[in-house]
DNA sequence: AGTCGATTCGAACGAGCGTTCGAGAGTGCT
DNA sequence: AGCACTCTCGAACGCTCGTTCGAATCGACT
């Protein structure tokens, strides 16, 4: 005689609770989280408000549950990516075509990811935090082998990296699906700038203006 | 006979409204806008709360003063520091140390018109919008100018301009004052990254590594 | 002393918030 | 039929929200 089976019907609970994921990352994108009810949610799922309850405990477990699906898949589906590829340039190719992708097929998800970070609460937040560490050191570890194949930077790595991100995270901001390149084109845009932005070789502009040129950059 | 003056005391009314726009952009960078109450911003300025409609007719009214003034300023700022200079690329230097100077400077009233552009509604916010979009037209014709002068860059002019504010807009997301470079050393990086970023001089990543190498960029 | 505008505030308004609760369907097993 | 478990919901809870109102205080001028 079997222990009673721990889910003895495979439920579609979870396809819903998916659904209601996708449906209130759409609201979250589009009204902000703290500008969001679950009233809201309750009228766009077609789920009533205490019904809500059956799938989540709280508001907050609602916007970390995206956040955290959202984050851990962009993470898994980057290394799965990164596994047969050697060449340094062509993982941080890897690295930001993965990251672009995901943000112009998922914009909803993306913009939550993106935007509403700090308005997660205490057990939640550091959880994300901890994923993002996670990416960031990965991201971190690929522009060094980047830097270490080519001359060497004349930048601080970190900040060199951040501003890459900068470029990734801010297309939530001005994207329009018809009118602003697709994924392809934008991720060779920003890895052309950023590649060739980074490396010391002197180029048309290797010798830029600045406010104190006789110590530029040194750490 | 004189006419009575119009203001007859220069009233220290608009200084304390001043200081009610610091001390709200502080709050509103710190628990976003839909997150802070009127009696939140009652208790850090220690005005009571009916107090404070003396001062302006609405909380959308608040954010909006902020964002204003804010963005004013910074065009304002920019086209002061532009009127002496004719180098394309030291045209656009200027224009990355205006903005990442007021960022510094300035955190969170950056922060809250990076961060909070869409709880703004819509009287004000297509106020806002035209602003910005002054601003975006001034930093394209800076950019128009660097790309004439130098080789033709080979991407989306469009595109490598909102990668560049990326990289500036995205600062407040990691920026730590102690520990991050100050505002001259990140306008280097920033400046630098992208002048030689979007030069179509062909270095060391020329041939750069790409899905479809036989049409990158083409428009 | 009296007047007037500028400034401040306590108290209250109606509305909306996140969350809870207990009751009731629906479904499959014995 | 009866039970157990999954799922759904209307109604209500206590609370906070942005805003309003009428009265009180202040300083300067007549």
Tied chains: 1, 2.
Excluded: C
Aim: zero cysteines.
């Amino acid at each position: 005689m079997a222990v009673a089976a721990p889910t003895p019907t495979p439920r579609n609970t979870e396809v819903k609770l998916q659904h209601i994921l996708r449906v209130s990352a759409q609201i979250f994108a589009a009204h902000g989280f703290e500008g969001t009810s679950m009233r809201d949610i309750s009228k766009a799922t077609e789920i009533s408000l205490s019904g809500l309850y059956y799938y989540f405990d709280s508001k907050q477990r609602l916007l970390y549950l995206i956040q955290k699906n959202t984050f851990t898949f962009i993470v898994e589906r980057l290394q799965e990516r990164l596994a047969g590829i050697d060449d340094p340039t062509a993982r941080l190719r890897a690295l930001v075509q993965n990251h672009i992708d995901y943000f112009l097929s998922h914009p909803n998800e993306m913009k939550v990811l993106s935007h509403e970070e700090e308005a997660l609460e205490n057990p939640f937040r550091q959880e994300v935090a901890a994923i993002k560490r996670k990416y960031f050191a990965l991201a971190r570890k690929i522009h060094e082998e980047v830097v270490r194949e080519a001359a060497h930077s004349v930048f601080n790595e970190r900040v060199a990296v951040l501003s890459l991100f900068g470029m990734m995270n801010w297309v939530y901001q001005w994207h329009k699906p018809g009118i602003d390149p697709g994924a392809d084109e934008l991720t060779d845009t920003i890895v052309g700038i950023f590649l060739r932005g980074v490396s010391a070789a002197s180029g048309k502009f290797g010798n830029l203006p600045t406010t104190v040129p006789s110590e530029v950059h040194s750490e």
